[in-house]
């Protein structure tokens, strides 16, 4: 059975910085391109960044680069976000998930309030 649990969200200043964690188990992690998704309050989801497999390419939405970084440890079945420079837009409850999703095993997500 697939799980994604995401963790290290919170309450961060505008300009701070986060690093949200996503342990995953129930499939071979390392054969998946891995993917962040974040939900603002009353907005669809949306996708973050995506991360590959073997040659770990990235790819951002347009906001998110160079403020968002997103790596993977496949010892660990773990992929990471680091978040900078942030903004109360930045609002959100992340999630992740692989490429293609796994589309009934969302996590409960992970929540980033960003305010003053």
């Known amino acids: 059975q697939v799980q994604l649990v995401e963790s290290g969200g919170g309450l961060v200043q505008p300009g701070g910085s986060l690093r949200l964690s996503c342990a995953t188990s129930?499939?071979?992690?390392?054969?998946?391109?891995m993917s962040w998704y974040r939900q603002p309050p009353e907005k669809r989801r949306e996708l973050v960044a995506t991360i590959t497999t073997t040659d770990r390419s990235t790819i951002y939405a347009d906001s998110m680069k160079g403020r968002f970084t997103i790596s993977r440890d496949n010892a660990k079945n773990t992929v990471y976000l680091q978040m900078g420079s942030l903004k109360p837009e930045d609002t959100a409850v992340y999630y992740c998930n692989a490429v293609p999703v796994f589309i009934h095993s969302w996590g409960q997500g992970t929540q980033v309030t960003v305010s003053s």
């Open positions: 129930g499939f071979t992690f390392s054969n998946y391109a």
